[in-house]
């Protein structure tokens, strides 16, 4: 029988081919997150590697795999960007922290930051102040930061300056040296170490000793010096005044009024009678240093008349009406926003108001009627304020003073001007000061003491002294009067329910307050651990050691231990003055802040219509911060200045012997301050002997390791000037005297890592490995 079946019955035996299956929907792994959530992910962490993610989703195996692809075609998409070799973020993302350099600068006075190693297409970022405390020396254009990016709601990039790193990799201001047919730029920053080399056609019209800007090549060195171009010159090193022309592009200090601002300034009148109630038979006098050119503030006094405040006294405080002619809105407040503050160097003023202003309509001259803002305050017979008022007038100032003028009267040595009116206008004014300054020492506000400094130059632009400032009861006189009318304005614009800059000062932070507590301990002077810091047991602590040998050492450390001020539109009150409020109000010519305080007062008393407007009241806090911020970028190009300066009056002393302190201790040396012109300059750790050194952070001090020997703050020492730069401020010391003996009943510091004096002499640099030693993993 044969198997072999007809057609017709094979077709009844085959089955049929089955309808193919629907294709298995694919489920992403567990964990896995969409599109949305992984860009979301990225702009809340910013930039992460593959490994980051998948631990940040709990991702294993399958899951990694599939987050490979989801990344890879999310950076097809251009969705993500590549930062480095292995990290993703949000295209055009920033990350939470990164290092920037100050590229741009708009026309508002705005700095503008790019990331270092996103490249030029990175987004720009506005930097805006530091939060918190200061941070030092405030940023200008070329330099570099550490900053905190903050994404607003616009989309757009902030950066909150966390520290300034020195001066920009990309841009340098230095001074230009021609040698072996190389023209270089060496930077006039002391932490920058890199020098560029310009070409031949930049550099050929370029002389020795020319301050420029420049900016590094597009093209990298593998080695050598890096290249850079040449932007422009920007003066002499030898010039007399460099150093606070240096100190002016370094920080980035604006300069210079626009064309608009100038015609504002030029079409001002002077005032009248309109509006204002006449002062000016109240015989109002100033009281400045010798050469001030600006006069903000005038005082006068006499005793109360009112019955019932027998003993009491009368005190009128005359502000220049900056108001009256700085309008909102107007370019001459656009300008002095951007500046914040006036500039002072040993050889200029950098203004915030054109001079026609500042030294003309605004500034109460002798003998001139002057639209003033002034508030008359009554005290008590035991110093308390009752009660004040301000009035929107017109003044005439009935003599100007210098505070050694106004001194040397009272003292009993009149001379031709003061003799007239010693008697009638400085005596009360003496005598109203003493009945204030009984309820300033109830008040006890911090009483540090410091030595100032004042640099004298000669008509040609150089040095000829640097003395000490005499601190003369005059200067307290004014000081306390003005206080007290910064408190007026602050109790006014609160009780009017009007918005208002604050001037704060925090109280003394924990951590500095256990460093202070661990100090004391070392001198065996006791501060009880957990202490609330208060001013008059501050006070107590400096009374108390004034007289003895730690005197300088206790000031210094309790001055370090304090907090900066700052502007602030929330109130947290004044530590250091020991006040619950407190404003700007009296010197409204070069800040500010006090012109915001002027305007609001002008706004809560109806004293005009040129008062706070809501765009002033909306914008106050962005104020706030950038007065600060230009606050501390003044404070840093003032003092950078100094230092050239009395570097280049030294410079022809190198090899001279000095006594002075030490002021600062560090793991890198010494900085000593010189007792006759407080010139600051650093003695490095390789010049204190042979032995190794150990920073004691607890006792302020290096301390020998073999020895025991220490070298701690406030010590006397005589030393020998090395070296002096005037192009960067920079002073080396070499030790003479002998350090401290070993204390037998000090415990020793913990050693720590070794510090070698000289690391090419053998042995292993500071965290490196020596020889033979492996590195294994830490457990």
């Not at 080399?197 to 050929?204: I, N, T, W, Y």
């Not at 009112?306 to 300008?335: F, K, M, T």
């Not at 606050?631 to 003092?639: D, F, P, V």
């Not at 009395?646 to 410079?651: K, R, S, T």
Request: hydrophobic share 35%.
């Amino acid at each position: 029988m044969s198997y072999l079946a007809s057609p017709s019955a094979l077709s009844q035996h085959m089955a049929k081919p089955p309808p193919p299956k629907p294709p298995k929907t694919q489920r992403p792994p567990p964990g896995l997150p969409d599109r949305d959530t992984l860009i979301k992910y990225l702009r809340t962490a910013g930039e992460q590697d593959k490994g980051d993610i998948a631990r940040a989703f709990g991702l294993k195996g399958e899951g990694r795999r599939a987050l490979r692809d989801m990344l890879r075609k999310l950076e097809d998409e251009g969705a993500l960007g590549k930062r480095g070799r292995k990290g993703f973020a949000e295209a055009g993302a920033l990350p939470p922290v990164g290092v920037a350099d100050v590229v741009e600068r708009d026309p508002d006075g705005d700095l503008y930051v790019r990331l270092v190693k996103a490249g030029e297409d990175a987004p720009l970022a506005r930097l805006a102040p530091a939060r918190g405390e200061a941070v030092i020396g405030a940023p200008g254009m070329g330099d570099r930061v550490l900053v905190h990016f903050d994404r607003l709601e616009t989309g757009e990039y902030e950066a909150r300056l966390i520290k300034k790193l020195g001066q920009s990799a990309h841009r340098i201001l230095g001074v230009i040296r021609k040698a072996n047919r190389e023209i270089r730029v060496e930077p006039v920053d002391r932490k920058s170490k890199d020098s560029l080399v310009l070409s031949f056609a930049d550099g050929e019209k370029l002389k020795d000793g020319d301050l420029v800007l420049a900016t590094v090549g597009a093209q990298a060195q593998r080695y050598g010096p890096k290249h850079g171009k040449l932007v422009e010159v920007v003066g002499r090193e030898d010039e007399p005044r460099a150093a606070s022309l240096i100190a002016i592009h370094s920080h980035g200090i604006p300069t210079g009024f626009s064309p608009e601002a100038e015609a504002e300034a030029e079409a001002a009148q002077a005032p009248t009678l309109q509006g204002r109630e006449d002062l000016r038979d109240l015989p109002f006098i100033t009281i400045d240093p010798a050469d001030a050119r600006d006069h903000d503030d005038a005082v006068f006094a006499h005793p109360d008349p009112e019955p019932r405040n027998v003993g009491g006294w009368i005190v009128w405080v005359a502000i220049a009406d900056v108001a009256a002619y700085v309008r909102p809105g107007s370019a001459l407040d656009g300008i002095a926003r951007d500046k914040s503050n006036s500039v002072y160097f040993p050889d200029r003023v950098e203004p915030m108001l054109p001079e026609r202003l500042s030294n003309g309509l605004c500034s109460l001259r002798e003998g001139e009627n002057r639209a003033t803002l002034a508030v008359r305050m009554v005290f008590s017979k035991d110093g308390r304020k009752v009660s004040h008022r301000f009035v929107r007038g017109l003044m005439r100032s009935a003599a100007k003073l210098s505070y050694e003028q106004a001194q040397m009267a009272m003292d009993g040595n009149p001379d031709d001007k003061t003799g007239p009116i010693a008697e009638g206008i400085l005596r009360p004014l003496w005598t109203a000061y003493h009945c204030m300054l009984k309820g300033r020492l109830a008040r006890s506000p911090l009483g540090i003491e410091s030595d100032e400094r004042r640099i004298i130059i000669s008509p040609e632009g150089h040095v000829a002294s640097i003395t000490k400032r005499a601190s003369l009861e005059a200067h307290r006189l004014i000081e306390e009067m003005m206080v007290q009318a910064n408190v007026c304005a602050a109790e006014t614009l609160e009780q009017k329910k009007t918005p208002l800059i604050y001037r704060i000062h925090d109280t003394p932070s924990p951590e500095k307050m256990m460093a202070l507590t661990d100090f004391l301990a070392t001198l065996d002077i006791p501060w009880s651990k957990g202490e609330a810091p208060r001013t008059d047991r501050f006070n107590k602590l400096l009374a108390e050691t004034r007289e003895g040998p730690h005197a300088d050492i206790v000031n210094e450390v309790v001055l370090r231990t304090q907090m900066q001020a700052q502007y602030n539109p929330d109130n947290i009150g004044h530590f250091g003055l020991n006040l619950q409020r407190y404003a700007h109000f009296t010197s409204p010519i070069r800040r500010y802040a006090d012109l915001v305080v002027h305007r609001g007062l002008i706004r809560a008393l109806g004293l005009g219509t040129d008062g706070l407007t809501d765009q002033d009241v909306k914008q106050m806090k962005d104020t706030a911060e950038r007065i600060t911020f230009a606050e501390r970028r003044a404070m840093a190009a003032e003092r950078d200045a100094t230092d050239r300066y009395v570097a280049a009056f030294l410079a022809d002393q190198v090899g001279s012997d000095f006594h002075g302190r030490i002021t600062g201790v560090t793991r890198f040396g010494l900085f000593i301050r010189l007792t006759e012109t407080g010139a600051d300059g650093l003695i490095p750790i390789s010049g204190l002997g042979d032995e190794y050194f150990v920073h004691d952070d607890r006792t302020h001090a290096l301390v020998g390791e073999r020895s025991g020997a220490r070298w701690p703050l406030g010590m006397p020492v005589e030393v020998r000037l090395r070296e002096a730069t005037p192009v960067t401020g920079g002073l080396l010391f070499e030790m003479l005297s002998e350090p401290m003996p070993a204390d037998p009943n000090a415990p020793r510091p913990r050693l720590g890592v070794r510090r070698r004096m000289d690391p090419g002499r053998g042995g292993p640099k500071r965290g490196g490995t020596p020889k033979g030693v492996r590195k294994g993993k830490r457990r």
